[in-house]
Every structure is written in C-alpha cells, then in structure tokens.
C-alpha cells in the first residue's frame, strides 16, 4: 500500500498532466482514476476529462456494474451536455466550449460538492489540448485525462507529460496473451526519443511540409509529398538512399512499411527510421522483434513517459486471472512499476 501511495504521489509532483490508457473495456481505466482522485483528495486541485464516456453506472456492452467516478468539492470538469444531467453534484458552469461531440457540446464545470460525474470529452487531440489548457486556467494543479479503448493516441506526449496503461483479464482470457500484449505496447510506447537538437528541428520540418524525409550525415534533407509513405519511399530511387542516414516518416506506421522498407532500402540497419511519437506505430511484436534483431533502429521525435502499469485480473464474462499469478507474469516482463488497484478498491 505505501509502495503505491509513494508512486503516485510521485507522479503528482513531477508532472502537470497524465493519460490513463487502456488495452480494452473493462480492464481498470475508471478504478486508476478513482484511486488518483482519492490520493490527490485534499491535497491537489483536479481538473478532469475524458475520451469516450466513462462514468457510468452500467457497462454498456455487457451491463455490468462499473465503478462510478467521485470527485470533491472545487474539481473543474470538461464533459458533454447530456453527461452532466447524470451527475449528482451541485456544479456551476464556467464555460462553454462549442466543441461538439455526440452526446452534445463540451462543459466545463466547477463541482460545488462532492458526487458522482460522467465524463465524455473531446475527440481531436487539437481540442484535447485546448480543454487541458482551459483547465489549468482555473487554476487546477494536475490534469487527468481518462483514455478511450485502443486510443494509444491520447498518450502523445504533446496531450500530457506522462500516462498510465491498464490491462487486465477483459481484452482476452489467454493469460499469456495479455501479458505479451501488455509488454509488446509498453516497449512501443517506451522507444528511445532522439537527442540530437538538430536533428529534431529538420524532423520537425519534414512532418510540416512532406509525407517522407530523408536527412544526410551533413544535415542536407530532401522531402517527399505523397499521399502515404509506403508510396513515397518507392519514389526515391534505391541508389539514392546511401547518402542518408535517418528517414522520418510523417503519421502511421505499420508492419507494412516496415517490412516494405526491409525489402527497399538495402542498407536499412545503418539507418534511423525516425517517427512523430509511439502511438503512430500500429507494429506487431513479430515485426518491431524481427527488425531490431537484424539492427534495424526505431525513434521518436516526441518521446512518451510512461510511468506505469495497472491491471484488473478480473473479467466480465469469465473467471479472470489468479491476481498473485498475473502481477508476477507482469513484474517479470515488463521494466516499470505495475499495480494492482483493485486491492485497495
């Protein structure tokens, strides 16, 4: 318990922002926000919004019960229209965003008592990082952002400083499966950033004005515009691609391209394949394994802090996971610290 407590008290006093991601529904996204909000209760001014909807007492593909989320008295709020109307607190409304969303235009709102709050934000990081800078400006201490399902997006570090993945027994019964998984993305999300100011800076260029780039041992660049970058790889002639030693690719990259890029570029282990941040990579770890063993080299411009794994061994739709069995196969495969909330739920 104080192991935990010192963690995240830790990540209160280093960072201004977090993401609490998910590897599927019903792995415990709700529960590591709930246990956050307890921590930081009279301690920390919370501000709060989430991706999708969370919040709810009713899961809503398999109507289980699901933890609600409880706040105190001053937290500030960004959700929908419809979402406040199920809330319990007595709020005022600060403003109003006119960023739209299914369930109706996005609220910020002061909480003036304690109480449960559904929480449905933004889908565009572009709005995402607007609403967090709202928050701050009701003087809120730490921002907490409640990520959507298999929406490894909103880790980007340009959203928040640091994120939390959840795991757990939901996104398959196979305890080994959950387990590769867990480790595949915290690897993908943990890739080394670049150092190299310069480099950063003609990167930063690259992604602005081209889908593709390449940069020289000199520093000389050429930029390539196409409508994806499997394309605008095959347009630069392969004779071509020995005088440049990193390659920076704008927006997704999948097994494809980099088994595409194996095959084109001959001399790929002496290059650096150089990308906007780790959720842009959709990379299996068959793949990401096969190109590192034969020296192929993977970097980010924005590098993510992910600080830590959280899990539920419990399972909507069967027995779950032995708890003592799953954290240990967790600790054993994965370099970070990694909790089980529901111990102290």
Do not use: W
């Not at 960072?15 to 590897?23: A, C, Q, V």
């Not at 990081?125 to 928050?135: A, M, R, T, Y």
């Not at 063993?293 to 899990?311: D, F």
């Amino acid at each position: 318990m104080l192991e935990k407590l010192a963690f995240f008290l830790d990540i209160f006093n280093k960072f201004k922002s977090i993401s609490i991601i998910g590897t599927a529904k019903n792995v415990g996204k709700t529960t590591t926000l709930n246990y956050m909000i307890n921590i930081a209760k009279n301690k920390y001014n919370l501000g709060l919004t989430s991706i999708g909807r969370d919040g709810e007492s009713k899961d809503a593909i398999f109507s289980t019960p699901k933890p609600r989320i409880y706040v105190e008295k001053g937290t500030i709020i960004a959700t929908a229209k419809q979402c406040i109307s199920n809330t319990d607190i007595t709020k005022e409304i600060l403003v109003a965003t006119d960023f739209k969303t299914p369930l109706g235009e996005i609220l910020i709102i002061r909480a003036l008592s304690d109480g449960f709050v559904e929480l449905a934000g933004p889908s565009k990081n572009s709005e995402l990082l607007e609403i967090k800078n709202i928050l701050f400006s009701f003087n809120c201490d730490f921002v907490i952002i409640d990520g959507a399902v298999n929406r490894k997006s909103y880790a980007s570090p340009i959203v928040t400083d640091a994120t939390i993945l959840a795991t757990g027994a939901a996104f398959s019964p196979d305890i080994d499966r959950v387990v590769h998984h867990t480790s595949h993305l915290v690897n993908l999300l943990s890739l080394e950033g670049e150092k190299n100011s310069q480099i950063i800076n003609l990167s930063k260029k690259i992604i602005q004005n081209g889908t593709i780039g390449f940069i020289s041992p000199n520093h000389e660049t050429k930029i390539i515009n196409n409508f994806n970058a499997r394309e605008a790889l095959k347009n630069v002639k392969k004779e071509l691609l020995n005088d440049y030693q990193i390659i920076v690719v704008k927006g997704i990259v999948s097994d494809n391209f980099i088994e595409e890029f194996m095959n084109y570029v001959k001399n790929y282990n002496r290059m650096v394949l150089l990308v906007e941040d780790s959720t842009k990579l959709f990379l299996s770890r068959e793949v990401l394994s096969r190109f590192q063993k034969s020296g192929g080299i993977l970097k980010v411009i924005y590098p993510i802090k992910i600080v830590g794994v959280t899990i539920n061994p419990k399972s909507p739709i069967g027995d779950g996971f032995s708890k003592d069995k799953f954290l240990k196969l967790l600790k054993q495969n994965i370099q970070i610290s990694v909790f089980n909330l529901l111990e102290d739920s």
